[in-house]
């Protein structure tokens, strides 16, 4: 009872001392106690306010990095409560620590805390939020820094992957101060459900991440932070489908660039200032887009033109985009405004582009995307039929060595259309390669009434070559105009895919005995 009354005699004195004292001693006192408690206790203690200045205009972007990285780590057994919320732009959930309540860290083996402090400014609405930070005092000038420098980038690295993706499109208007339209980017193409030889996938994914982390790098050999690709291969091999799997697996923004909208090189200039880092900027059929590759023809077959008509070709060039223009645009001073940049060019023959543009420097990389290979089609069954494995996988491999692959988008039409069966899908498949095989120039129909009659295929293997050749366009000019030498070529390449069938049709029969049994 002696303690408790001394406890009530005590707290009686300290409030006639705070109506008796005035305010300036009393805030004297108070920062004392502060000191003598920072001076004994074994913490250091750092605030973070969210406005630079009192007057709640400039934001400090470190608060702003703090409430991301704490987004990041895994909060589970480290706090009690937490506020939720999600923003239009982006479909992820995010938390922020509840008022005044702790979350715990480690940091090098030491322990770490933030504590989230939000006050009422009094007479107002508005609230006053900071973050403090506590850490051991002894090591805090080997922790601040580095772990300060952790929470930036980890903070960067989740606002780059939780945001939401745009894909940008010139519209017409680049010297303005905005010459891009934008919609979001929701492409649901990836590595995983891409057509690709597995070789080629890791070569492609191995690069794109030596390429996003290699900020030092690219800075130490005195390069700009950019790559070059160039994606090239007959329509519907798959060019467009790369494009966004390697946006959704960088995080990139993806800016389309039509040349065609573009009136000079000066806009195409100001299109590539406005464009931000982290973004794949593509050109999608560079040889179709302008006519370039004319530029250098023309100026090594001019000859000594007249005073006026050089004026003429002068002006010419100065109203639309010029080799040059394009040239600077991917490798020239203006293409190190920006930094993690890719650059795509994409064509369907690659002859066509002119030397200049896809030299070393400025299209690093050359993918070749063509036909189907086994691999790619087992990923394609995979994705339309959930099929890992079936007995006419080794009939198709056969077709593919004998020159019959398709093109991931042919393959993938197919199995789109007939994806309710696998049988009949896959047969449909093999039917496709067998006209290519054949060498017939068949309508899409021809392949869907194929599909639907799921005999046609054991049909097409059981008719006489006789009935191969008449029934086949191409084969009946070889009859008939072929002499002398070709026409002994013809029929010894005949033969081997008369060969070739008959053994389509045993493997055939032979996985219908097996399901038979």
Same mark, same amino acid.
């Given at each position: 009872m002696e303690i408790l009354s001394q406890m009530w005699s005590f707290l009686g004195l300290l409030t006639v001392l705070q109506n008796v004292l005035p305010s300036q001693i009393l805030s004297l006192l108070h920062s004392l106690y502060e000191s003598l408690q920072d001076f004994f206790s074994p913490f250091a203690y750092f605030e973070i306010p969210e406005f630079n200045d009192y007057c709640g205009v400039d934001v400090n972007d470190l608060y702003r990095h703090v409430n991301l990285y704490l987004n990041s780590v895994n909060p589970a057994t480290t706090c009690r409560r937490f506020t939720l919320s999600r923003s239009k732009s982006s479909n992820r959930v995010s938390f922020t620590v509840a008022p005044n309540h702790t979350l715990h860290d480690s940091f090098n083996g030491h322990t770490l805390s933030w504590t989230h402090h939000v006050e009422t400014v009094?007479?107002? $609405?508005?609230?006053?939020?900071?973050?403090?930070?506590?850490?051991?005092?002894?090591?805090?000038?080997?922790?601040?820094?580095?772990?300060?420098?952790?929470? !930036?980038?980890?903070?960067?690295?989740?606002?780059?992957?939780?945001?939401?993706?745009?894909?940008? !499109?010139?519209?017409?208007?680049?010297?303005? &101060?905005?010459?891009?339209?934008?919609?979001p980017f929701r492409h649901p193409s990836t590595f995983e459900t891409l057509a690709l030889e597995p070789q080629l996938r890791q070569q492609i994914t191995d690069d794109l991440t030596a390429f996003s982390n290699g900020k030092e790098f690219y800075h130490r050999v005195g390069r700009a932070w950019k790559r070059g690709y160039l994606l090239y291969g007959p329509p519907g091999s798959g060019k467009s489908s790369l494009i966004a799997a390697m946006a959704n697996y960088l995080c990139y923004d993806v800016y389309d660039l039509e040349l065609t909208k573009v009136s000079?090189?000066?806009?195409?200039?100001?299109?590539?200032?406005?464009?931000?880092?982290?973004?794949?900027?593509?050109?999608?059929?560079?040889?179709?887009?302008?006519?370039?590759?004319?530029?250098?023809?023309?100026?090594?077959?001019? !000859?000594?033109?007249?005073?006026?008509?050089?004026?003429?070709? &002068?002006?010419?060039?100065?109203?639309?985009? !010029?080799?040059?223009?394009?040239l600077n645009f991917t490798d020239g001073l203006w293409s190190c405004c920006g930094e993690e940049r890719i650059i795509v060019f994409t064509t369907n023959h690659r002859d066509n582009v002119d030397p200049a543009l896809v030299r070393c420097g400025r299209m690093?990389?050359?993918?070749? $995307?063509?036909?189907?290979?086994?691999?790619?089609?087992?990923?394609?069954?995979?994705?339309?039929?959930?099929?890992?494995?079936?007995?006419?996988?080794? #009939?198709?491999?056969?077709?593919?060595?004998?020159?019959?692959? $398709?093109?991931?988008?042919? #393959?993938?039409?197919?199995?789109?259309?007939?994806?309710?069966?696998?049988? #009949?899908?896959?047969?449909?498949?093999?039917?496709?390669?067998?006209?290519?095989?054949?060498?017939?120039?068949? &309508?899409?129909?021809?392949?869907?009434?194929?599909a639907k009659s799921p005999e046609s295929l054991e049909r097409g293997l059981m008719e006489s070559p006789e009935n191969w050749e008449t029934s086949s366009p191409g084969r009946k000019k070889r009859k008939d105009g072929g002499s002398g030498s070709g026409s002994g070529s013809g029929s010894v390449s005949w033969e081997k895919k008369v060969k070739f069938l008959v053994r389509l049709r045993s493997l055939t029969k032979s996985d219908s005995g097996r399901r038979g049994c």
């Open positions: 009094q007479d107002s $609405l508005e609230e006053r939020r900071s973050f403090s930070l506590k850490l051991p005092k002894r090591h805090r000038q080997a922790i601040l820094s580095p772990y300060l420098d952790l929470v !930036t980038s980890r903070a960067e690295e989740f606002e780059r992957v939780s945001r939401e993706r745009r894909l940008f !499109t010139n519209n017409g208007h680049g010297s303005y &101060e905005s010459g891009w339209v934008s919609v000079d090189n000066s806009e195409l200039r100001a299109l590539l200032i406005q464009t931000t880092n982290r973004s794949i900027i593509v050109i999608e059929d560079i040889d179709c887009s302008v006519n370039l590759t004319a530029d250098r023809l023309s100026k090594t077959k001019r !000859t000594a033109p007249a005073k006026g008509s050089s004026r003429d070709h &002068e002006s010419e060039e100065n109203g639309r985009v !010029t080799l040059s223009g394009l690093d990389v050359h993918v070749s $995307l063509g036909t189907c290979g086994i691999h790619a089609f087992k990923a394609l069954a995979g994705n339309y039929l959930g099929l890992e494995s079936h007995p006419l996988f080794d #009939v198709v491999e056969s077709c593919i060595r004998s020159g019959g692959s $398709l093109t991931p988008a042919q #393959v993938g039409e197919i199995l789109l259309r007939n994806r309710r069966d696998c049988e #009949v899908a896959i047969k449909a498949v093999i039917s496709a390669m067998q006209a290519r095989i054949l060498g017939a120039e068949r &309508e899409p129909i021809e392949y869907e009434e194929m």
